[in-house]
């Protein structure tokens, strides 16, 4: 059974950084996707960051240049480096790994950014 858990996240205030990271367990097939996505409050949930087990990374465009996504593919791992961070970007954060045709998720950690 594949396990996500996040951590990392807090209450910054703009301009400030925040580091979030999702370490895995269980059996996870060597070809995979695994990212970030975010719920701001009343809204859906979106991407935010993700890197195939190739390499590809995808941004949103409002993160662009102030977030980056890194992976420990020994340990199947991934982060999210957060600088510059602003209000609009608070959201709860939730790690997702997509393999084989699966969705997995984290319990999702909460960013706060107050202005």
């Known amino acids: 059974q594949v396990q996500l858990v996040e951590s990392g996240g807090g209450l910054v205030q703009a301009g400030g950084s925040l580091r979030l990271s999702c370490a895995t367990s269980?059996?996870?097939?060597?070809?995979?996707?695994m990212g970030w996505y975010r719920q701001p409050p009343g809204k859906q949930r979106e991407l935010v960051a993700a890197r195939t087990s190739g390499g590809n990374t995808n941004y949103k465009d409002s993160v662009k240049g102030r977030f980056t996504i890194s992976r420990d593919y020994a340990k199947n791992t991934v982060s999210l480096q957060m600088n510059s961070l602003k209000p609009e970007d608070t959201a709860v954060y939730y790690c997702?790994?997509?393999?084989?045709?699966?969705?997995?998720w984290g319990q999702g950690t909460q960013v706060t950014v107050t202005s």
């Open positions: 997702n790994l997509r393999s084989e045709n699966k969705d997995y």
């Open positions: 269980g059996s996870i097939f060597s070809i995979n996707t």
